[in-house]
């Protein structure tokens, strides 16, 4: 911020899609050393933004006008061969799928040293050497062994690693990032933007971050943009956008985080599973996943479970044995007074009815040549019963005119709603929610938040609430479950979970946890507890603690026994004796 | 605070469709021309397609006496008998026989592809749910049928059946049936594990009705852009029989027998009796081919 001249200036920037505005007369500075992040609902065009921001609009989008000036140049008014000159030199682009963006056929180390080639003239041994090197400084052990390492031999957190390396490889001043975590897990989104942050703080570059994630910004945005139907709306600083966001966009998704009053649940049990164990066989060889590991909870009546924990955690499978979509190995449901696990098939289809789900996908789960109102009759089971499908489409908020539209000409958001209606059709005791709100944009997946509280108040359903996504899990949840590789390695009330986490796993995950307020932010706070490298394969599971190897507080002991998940004198249930033993000394 | 965007937006939205290609517009129209033909062909001929003429192996009109001919038939004046496509060695009127013909062809085509079409994807949906052992042999049997050259197996099964046309219908039928099931059953495994299903399994439907109100109209699309393209196919298959003298029986108007009827005289000289079956058939099978193929982009998008 020492030099008065912005690094990124644009003026009146206008994209159009055959006639209609994307993006229209759109105008945005970027000082030196400077992070703005830039929001907006899908469709907003965010992403149209990034793309002209490179001189890189495909047809049919078209630039109509305007001006992208970079370091005192103009990009739109340049030809393509210097336009391309500049890419990657002056301005770097990390984009949404990391793999997608790599070739498979070439190692890692080459991609990187050829994007650092192209603009510098180095021989190829000085390139890979260079690769080499931006991959250590992004933190990467054994630099020399990922670089020879080809796309597919990498995790996903790592691909992304390699991207920012061939972005940032040859020191551009302005780096434009579209979505760069969406997709990866809550850990290594925390990683892979603090390193991000690190390196763009410490090189002086600016950078701009597009993102739906409000939490993303507050955590590492120095300033807001909002964009909504391609016109600027909003433009703040973040502590004050914050404090007090101006535009109607912005704040429907903030008043979420004021909404926090849940009605306490009644304690009589609905639910309850005892030992469940689900493990997969892998096809051609001896071995098989552990997904469920000696899981057991209860649900009460009209009470919400959330189960947390990263992709291949086994909370989707817990759902799916609930239901009996998949048949669990060993262990007890117990729904009510039933026995899930040994209902007769007869039973079971009874049962079902009072045991329901709403999927992630919402288009996936509605017969695409089915009307709303076929696929409303067939839960009622009744010969299309008018008045109460119009019933339904009152409680999920949906207008009536729906009832004869097919799923395709429904928006993810009302998609979700019909689920939800078919889901509350039949009366259900308890809502088996996977992942309800993952594919929706951040406006529809708080009114769907909204809804599904409202349903519960209203006509007290229980809820299992399975997310990744730790900010929804907190708006719903009365308890929470984490689980880590199939186990559940800590359960408690929202307050213990989120408040003061006990587990180790647990500690990590909420630490990652981007919280949309820029004065909790994660960067600026020096408890985090990290852990360290990858999470093990559930194929080859550690014989004691599952946790161990990655672990800041393991004991030699915790390397060679399993941990029982063991009540905690505040009544949670952790499995981690030597947490349970510390907590017990605070208290003394 | 007061100020916020109605979440409870939830309204229809509007799906816009692409326009059809024009090979696929062209494609539909000789499809419909050939079954609109299938019907009314052989009450449409000026010339009773079975009973020879006077004329024999007369050539068509010269190209520049067809403005001529046009005129005198739309006014009405006295002409000789116009034979558009000439005559054969048995005075019997080409255009006549050519237009009567998709009676049998394409009859027979639609007839045997309607047939494998329902055993293909029932047996399909069959490989597709039941266990193991059931799909691998409804699949190992497809393959036993497949692994022959249609063709040949063909001419073999008319030959001991008995040359009629039920008997073509079957083998066709038969022999086409595999591809169907291998597609539907595709399908029905992409399909069966989707979310709607699942959503139907917890409502406590059966998994008979799950199959057949669920997955099988939503397995049928592939199947039902293949059988535009496969009775293009059985067009020429049938053709192709009874030139080689192993389908329908002479003297019904059939194209492949025209073919085979007339191929002595070609040497002749006599083009005009096979050229015009044969475009007919070439035009035919292409009608349908582009036909499936518009098909199969639109329902790719």
Redesign the interface.
């Known amino acids: 911020m020492t030099d008065s001249a912005p690094v990124l200036d644009v003026r009146g920037l206008t994209v159009d899609y055959g006639g209609r505005p994307a993006v229209e007369d759109f105008a945005l500075t970027i000082a030196r050393g400077e992070i703005v992040g830039l929001t907006g609902d899908s469709g907003s065009g965010k992403s149209t933004l990034a793309l002209a921001l490179l001189g890189l609009t495909r047809g049919p989008g078209r630039i109509k006008g305007g001006s992208v000036v970079l370091e005192g140049t103009d990009l739109l008014a340049l030809d393509e061969a210097s336009r391309r000159e500049r890419r990657g030199r002056d301005i770097g682009l990390i984009v949404q799928n990391p793999r997608g963006a790599l070739s498979p056929l070439h190692r890692v180390g080459q991609q990187i040293g050829a994007v650092y080639r192209s603009h510098q003239t180095v021989t190829g041994a000085q390139a890979t050497a260079h690769a080499v090197d931006m991959l250590r400084s992004l933190g990467l052990n054994d630099p020399e062994r990922r670089a020879s390492a080809y796309p597919h031999e990498i995790s996903g957190g790592m691909a992304q690693r390699v991207l920012i390396a061939m972005a940032l490889g040859s020191g551009p001043r302005l780096l434009v990032a579209d979505e760069p975590t969406s997709g990866l897990d809550v850990t290594i989104q925390a990683q892979f933007l603090d390193e991000m942050w690190r390196t763009v703080r410490k090189d002086g570059s600016s950078a701009l971050l597009m993102t739906q994630d409000l939490g993303i910004i507050a955590n590492y945005c120095d300033r807001v943009v909002v964009l909504q139907n391609g016109r600027r709306v909003e433009d703040a600083p973040t502590q004050s956008f914050y404090a007090a966001p101006r535009d109607s966009y912005s704040r429907s998704i903030l008043a979420l985080r004021k909404e926090e009053v849940l009605p306490d649940a009644a304690p009589s049990r609905l639910l309850e599973i005892k030992d469940l164990r689900k493990i997969f066989p892998l096809r051609g060889s001896n071995k098989h996943v552990q997904a469920v590991d000696d899981v057991s909870f209860t649900i009460g009546r009209g009470e919400t479970l959330g189960l947390v924990g990263e992709s291949g955690s086994g909370k989707t499978t817990v759902g799916r044995c609930i239901l009996r979509l998949v048949e669990p190995d060993a262990g007890e449901i117990t729904f009510g007074d039933a026995s899930v696990t040994s209902a007769s098939p007869a039973a079971l289809r009874g049962l079902r009815r009072k045991l329901q789900v709403v999927f992630q996908d919402p288009f996936d789960s509605l017969d695409p040549r089915w009307t709303v109102t076929d696929i409303l009759a067939e839960a009622i089971e009744g010969k299309s019963d008018k008045a109460r499908i119009a019933e339904l489409l009152r409680l999920v908020g949906l207008r009536p005119d729906v009832a004869s539209a097919k799923p395709r000409a429904l928006s993810a958001g009302s998609q979700q709603r019909v689920n939800i209606a078919r889901a509350i059709a039949v009366e259900p005791e308890l809502i088996v929610l996977d992942e309800p709100t993952s594919a929706l944009t951040p406006l529809a997946r708080i009114a769907t938040i909204r809804l599904l509280r409202d349903i519960q108040a209203r006509l007290g359903v229980s809820y299992l609430f399975i997310s990744h996504d730790l900010n929804t899990v907190e708006h719903m949840s009365h308890r929470v479950a984490v689980m880590y590789l199939g186990q559940i390695v800590e359960l408690g009330t929202r307050e213990q979970v989120f408040r003061s986490p006990l587990h180790p796993y647990s500690k990590a995950l909420l630490a990652a946890h981007l919280v949309a307020d820029p004065s909790r932010r994660r960067v600026d706070r020096t408890d985090i507890q990290t852990l360290s490298g990858e999470i093990p394969s559930p194929i080859d599971l550690p014989r004691g603690c599952y946790l161990a190897s990655r672990c800041p507080v393991a004991l030699a002991s915790c390397r060679e026994q399993p941990q029982p998940l063991l009540p905690a004198p505040d009544g949670r249930l952790v499995r981690c004796t030597p947490a349970i033993a510390s907590l017990k000394q605070a208290m003394h | 605070?007061s100020?916020?965007?109605d979440?409870?937006?939830?309204?229809?939205?509007?799906?816009a469709t692409p326009a059809p290609s024009f090979l696929f517009r062209l494609g539909a129209a000789l499809v419909v021309l050939s079954l609109v033909l299938m019907v009314v062909g052989p009450w449409i001929t000026p010339y009773d397609p079975n009973r020879p003429t006077f004329e024999i192996s007369e050539p068509p009109p010269a190209l520049t006496a067809i403005p001529g001919l046009l005129w005198r038939v739309i006014t009405g004046a006295p002409h000789d008998p116009i034979h558009w496509f000439g005559t054969d060695s048995s005075g019997l009127d080409v255009f006549s026989r050519v237009v009567a013909a998709p009676r049998t062809d394409v009859a027979i085509a639609v007839g045997a592809n309607v047939v494998s079409l329902i055993l293909g994807s029932l047996l399909g949906l069959l490989a597709g749910f039941a266990r193991p052992w059931i799909a691998g042999t409804v699949m190992r049997i497809s393959d036993l049928i497949q692994a022959f050259p249609v063709f040949i197996t063909g001419m073999i099964l008319v030959t001991f059946a008995g040359r009629s046309n039920m008997t073509i219908v079957l083998t066709l039928a038969f022999l086409y049936t595999p591809i169907y099931v291998r597609l539907t059953r595709a399908e029905v495994l992409s399909q069966r594990t989707?979310?709607?299903v699942?959503?139907?399994?917890?409502?406590?439907?059966?998994e008979g009705f799950i199959a057949l109100r669920?997955v099988l109209?939503?397995a049928l699309a592939p199947s039902l852009i293949q059988a535009s393209v496969t009775i293009g196919f059985a067009i020429l298959m049938t053709a192709g029989l009874s030139f080689v003298g192993a389908g329908v029986r002479p003297p019904t108007p059939e194209w492949g027998l025209m073919i085979a009827a007339s191929a002595n005289e070609l040497i002749q000289g006599e083009w005009w009796s096979s050229l015009f079956p044969g475009l007919a058939i070439s035009l035919t099978v292409f009608g349908y081919a582009a036909f499936g193929n518009g098909l199969e982009r639109i329902y790719d998008r």
């Open positions: 605070m100020e916020v965007l979440l409870a937006d939830a309204g229809a939205v509007h799906v989707r979310g709607f699942d959503a139907a399994r917890v409502l406590g439907k059966p669920h109209p939503n």
